[in-house]
């Protein structure tokens, strides 16, 4: 019987509602958070939008990566999987990971599969938690910025996107270091993020031109549910879309991949690109890189 439809389900079984957990997260994102409200507003909104991207633009690569990694966890009888997720937005992530592992091994693996959240935000972790429930998964979930992360175990596999863009350049060895000391010894550390330079010139035209009216209609035919004005909204969405810099959120070339994780004193096992000029409903979009580390052993 094929991996992907087991008992009568299959990995839609495990999809996000993202209508939804637009709603959903633009009630918590009031309630909880401060800065970062908006972040958590526009996020949701785009995906139920529709626009691509984040773990959406690459999640098809992702979950072949780490699922290529989850299979020696598949006889019957063997021990589970911890998993940790450092940082979220929503419960994107999450979802992309437990595809993977269902992929694999079906809910019997899911069912031996201990994932872990952390995040310094509660409103992403609420919605993962709720996410879990939904679908009677194994997760929990901690609040901590990821600097401050002192976990009680260590991991078999760590899946993480573009958690280093929200870090200084020169923090960064440091907090992939610190990372990949989180996993076993034969554990492994996938991580994804953008590759290339892009300007944040003409960032204004694309919100106002592309992603705006995509917004737009998804308020206009019920895909997203308002917690204030319109007017409110939207100026949260832009005024976020405009925080945004593309300058730093990934990185410039593969030799700096590579010269990251020598600094980090971290092995690389492999690197996969995305497509180099896959457009994604219309909005051009950088490369992606999915690398999988692993500790150093020296």
Request: with cysteine; aromatic share 8%.
């Amino acid at each position: 019987m094929r991996n992907d439809v087991i008992k009568g389900e299959t990995v839609a079984t495990f999809a996000e509602d993202l209508q939804a957990m637009a709603g959903r997260a633009y009630e918590l994102a009031l309630e909880f958070c401060g800065p970062c409200a908006n972040y958590h507003i526009y996020w949701t909104a785009r995906r139920a939008a529709g626009i691509v991207g984040g773990v959406d633009a690459d999640r098809h690569l992702l979950v072949k990566q780490l699922a290529n990694l989850a299979k020696r966890f598949t006889p019957p009888g063997d021990r589970g999987i911890d998993l940790l997720i450092p940082g979220v937005a929503d419960s994107g992530i999450l979802a992309a990971a437990v595809a993977a592992i269902f992929e694999v091994g079906g809910r019997s693996l899911l069912q031996r599969t201990e994932f872990t959240v952390i995040d310094q935000c509660a409103t992403p972790l609420k919605l993962c938690e709720e996410y879990s429930r939904k679908h009677d998964l194994k997760v929990s979930t901690e609040r901590c910025k990821l600097e401050n992360y002192r976990p009680d175990r260590s991991f078999d596999l760590v899946f993480a996107h573009s958690v280093l863009a929200f870090f200084q350049p020169e923090d960064r060895a440091r907090m992939l270091s610190a990372m990949a000391n989180w996993l076993k010894k034969d554990g492994h550390f996938v991580y994804s993020a953008n590759l290339g330079v892009s300007e944040n010139t003409g960032k204004a035209a694309r919100f106002e031109n592309i992603v705006l009216p995509r917004i737009g209609d998804a308020v206009a035919d019920g895909r997203i549910k308002l917690c204030e004005e319109e007017t409110a909204f939207l100026e949260r969405c832009r005024q976020r879309h405009q925080g945004i810099s593309y300058e730093s959120t990934g990185f410039r070339t593969l030799d700096e991949l590579h010269a990251l994780a020598e600094s980090a004193n971290v092995e690389i096992e492999s690197v996969k690109l995305a497509d180099d000029d896959d457009i994604a409903n219309g909005i051009p979009r950088r490369s992606r890189v999915i690398a999988v580390f692993k500790r150093s052993i020296n």
